[in-house]
């Protein structure tokens, strides 16, 4: 029977900072709560960070510090160095340490679908905006593949289970037109069908050819292997070897991202073009685990901007069906923010910060257009050299055009508006103005591009140290009149 967990109040799991040893228990208390209250979650958690220690809903008071986070190998998709640091998140911790009351329940199918079909149709009826997602990404993995797609996947790669953790069972039939497949074999499938449905609006700073044909070009084959500690690249030669055990991100959920934890297969994508990328000739130059610099665009940097060209430059492949629709993009960002750029060790020092007008009469009127001025500033000390602003596209708004001051801006395919602005001088500033034409329904009221309270909103971001980055975030809100 799936647990679900019932919250009280908008989720606190948002992606606004990294927690680490030392951190004030009192604002991630209701996270960890969280967390441990979920029996899913929970297992996934391992070592120092037992749930004793840190507590129940409540039970941790202010001014008591995280003594140990010990994350799981499988937290960063690379298995070359378990993290120390559980990259849990949260906003307003002064909401989240009152009242958040997240409890597990048990789904009662049968009893509730009637009163939930009931409430999504009343919710499609009067809140247009407030639907289902489609969500592409989802559509793609949802079902099994076909025999054609997994035969034209194994055309261009040989691909080896030569340890299955799911193997005895399978999920996927020759006679219903896939291929017998087991739960982990129809997950390294789906990933690689998601890297070759993969279209980005701007090319990869490592490649000029889209992913997959740069994947397939640069390696021959995956091994699957159990007896291996890390994943690597190469044995044989040209084959890389992935770690396959029970706790594989990609056997976390069904999905992308789970939605109560940024998980999923979207991970062992990662480790892929990671691995692949050391057959590039690009060993790690940093002591051996980590990169030198983002420049080299080694393994690590490829993450990295993987992770960033998910969230901006995608369109809207990558749409949350649930979640709030820029939920995977906002994680992809917080992924190359928070999990790949601490694995460069050279980055320089800059404090990226945004702020964002809004038209002097901030109302809007259906036809009409608004106006928003995005503002980003280096406070230094050094130079950034390939600053990025992301913003969802609001709800119920078409983009009419987007101008950065240096550099360009897009919105591929109604994705999130992106601007590439590159370098910006410590002390210097740069601005995109943004017109959108409201075409939102008469019920909506307002137009945002923050679509829930843990959403990022609009956000300036690079390959920096940036020690402080709750200035990085902006966001609008106009009243439609
Ligand atoms: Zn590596």
Request: glycine share 8%; with cysteine.
């Amino acid at each position: 029977m799936p647990t679900q967990l019932r919250v009280s109040r908008p989720p606190c799991y948002a992606p606004s900072h990294r927690s680490r040893v030392g951190d004030d228990c009192a604002h991630i208390c209701a996270v960890v709560s969280r967390i441990c209250n979920s029996s899913r979650l929970r297992s996934s958690l391992t070592g120092a960070l037992a749930c004793a220690s840190v507590g129940r809903a409540g039970a941790c008071g202010a001014g008591t510090l995280i003594r140990a986070w010990r994350a799981p190998a499988w937290w960063t998709p690379d298995g070359d160095k378990a993290v120390r640091v559980l990259r849990i998140s949260w906003s307003l911790p002064g909401a989240c340490n009152r009242s958040w009351g997240a409890t597990p329940v048990r789904q009662r199918r049968r009893r509730t679908f009637g009163i939930v079909l009931l409430a999504g149709l009343v919710l499609a009826a009067v809140v247009p905006s407030a639907r289902a997602s489609a969500s592409p990404v989802e559509d793609l993995i949802r079902g099994c593949p076909s025999s054609a797609e997994v035969t034209a996947i194994d055309g261009d790669l040989s691909i080896a289970f030569e340890s299955d953790p799911t193997a005895g069972t399978l999920v996927c039939r020759a006679a219903d037109g896939s291929v017998d497949l087991t739960r982990f074999e129809e997950r390294a499938y789906q990933a690689l069908h998601v890297v070759k449905a993969l279209r980005f609006s701007r090319p990869l700073p490592w490649t000029s050819a889209d992913l997959y044909t740069w994947l397939v070009a640069t390696i021959d084959g995956i091994r699957f292997r159990a007896d291996i500690a890390t994943s690597f690249c190469c044995d044989p030669v040209n084959v890389i070897d992935l770690l396959a055990s029970s706790n594989s991100a990609a056997l976390f959920t069904n999905r992308w991202m789970a939605a109560d934890a940024p998980i999923g297969l979207d991970d062992l994508v990662a480790l892929v073009v990671h691995e692949a990328r050391h057959n590039n000739g690009k060993p790690h130059t940093c002591n051996g685990v980590d990169d030198q610099t983002v420049g080299e665009l080694g393994a690590w940097g490829v993450e990295y901007y993987l992770e960033l060209w998910e969230a901006l430059y995608a369109g809207t492949f990558l749409t949350s069906p649930d979640v709030y629709p820029s939920y995977y993009r906002d994680q992809h960002l917080l992924k190359s923010e928070s999990t790949y750029l601490p694995r460069i060790c050279s980055r320089p020092t800059a404090d990226l910060s945004l702020t964002v007008k809004t038209p002097s009469r901030n109302v809007g009127r259906v036809g009409g257009k608004v106006s928003y001025t995005f503002t980003a500033a280096n406070a230094g000390v050094d130079a950034a050299g390939d600053v990025y602003l992301y913003s969802p596209m609001p709800i119920g708004t078409e983009l009419v055009k987007a101008t950065a001051s240096q550099g360009s801006c897009s919105a591929a395919g109604g994705g999130p508006i992106a601007c590439a602005v590159g370098p910006l001088a410590a002390g210097a500033t740069a601005t995109a103005r943004v017109v959108l034409r409201v075409n939102a329904p008469s019920t909506q009221t307002a137009i945002t591009n923050k679509e829930s309270e843990a959403a990022f909103g609009a956000r300036v971001t690079g390959p920096v140290r940036d020690e402080i980055t709750t200035n990085n975030s902006a966001s609008f809100s106009t009243p439609i009149r």
